[in-house]
């Protein structure tokens, strides 16, 4: 089990803003920068966020990060069909000394 | 063209060993720190292990500490993970992973399946 959760699954329909939460402490989240991933189905991860909430190039602006103390979110507005996919936090944990995932969150369009 | 291969996967018997190598083109490898991630059947990202530009910082996960080794060749720029005494729950797709301040950049991946 993760020491950084998420919920496992989330849902939303066409146009909705979805939010997907993600919790820690203050080896991990509470004191080192979070990202979130998306992995669609039989792809590798792809980064969406960095830093908390900077998107990278080419990541469009409907997707945007936070964070506050030990739990970070990821929100997702104007939700398309294509958004349906498992996201993943992920941050470095100062004790463990290595990266840490959240579980992820399956998200579906309905 | 920034990319990532990941090959050397396959069957191996529980308590064997293989080799997964990553390709890297299209950045200077030399200079980042590398980063291998595996993901069970219907399962999560776990991450593994770490080795710095220069070799000299390498990290591991408690799960696969003393029985895998993270390496590098930066003149071949390849990257290494050599996995012994392989168990069943380590069957999984094993990627290579670019870290730049983040895991930036993914490979593909290549599968293990460890069974007898």
């Known amino acids: 089990q993760s020491v950084v959760t998420q919920p496992p699954s989330a849902s939303g329909t066409p146009g909705q803003r979805v939010s997907i939460s993600c919790f820690g402490d203050t080896s991990n989240v509470g004191r080192n920068y979070v990202y979130w991933y998306q992995q669609l189905p039989g792809t590798a991860p792809r980064i969406l966020i960095q830093?908390?909430?900077q998107r990278p190039s080419g990541v469009p602006d409907r997707f945007s990060g936070s964070k506050s103390g030990t739990s970070a979110s990821l929100a997702i507005s104007g939700l398309r069909s294509e958004d349906e996919a498992d996201y993943y936090c992920a941050t470095w944990d100062d004790t463990l000394s290595n990266w840490v995932f959240g579980g992820g969150t399956r998200l579906t369009v309905l | 063209e920034v990319q990532l291969v990941e090959s050397g996967g396959g069957l191996v018997k529980p308590g064997g060993s293989l080799r997964v190598s990553c390709a890297a083109s299209g950045f200077t490898f030399s200079l980042y720190t590398m980063n291998w991630v595996r993901q069970a059947p219907g399962k999560g990202l776990e991450w593994l292990a770490s080795i710095s530009s220069g070799s000299s910082h390498i990290y591991y996960a408690d799960s696969v500490r003393g029985r895998f080794t993270i390496s590098r060749d930066s003149a071949k720029n390849s990257l290494y993970l050599q996995m012994n005494s392989l168990r069943t729950d380590d069957t999984a797709v094993y990627f290579c992973a670019r870290e730049k301040d983040a895991i930036d950049v993914w490979g593909q991946g290549t599968m293990v399946t460890v069974s007898a």
């Open positions: 830093r908390n909430n």
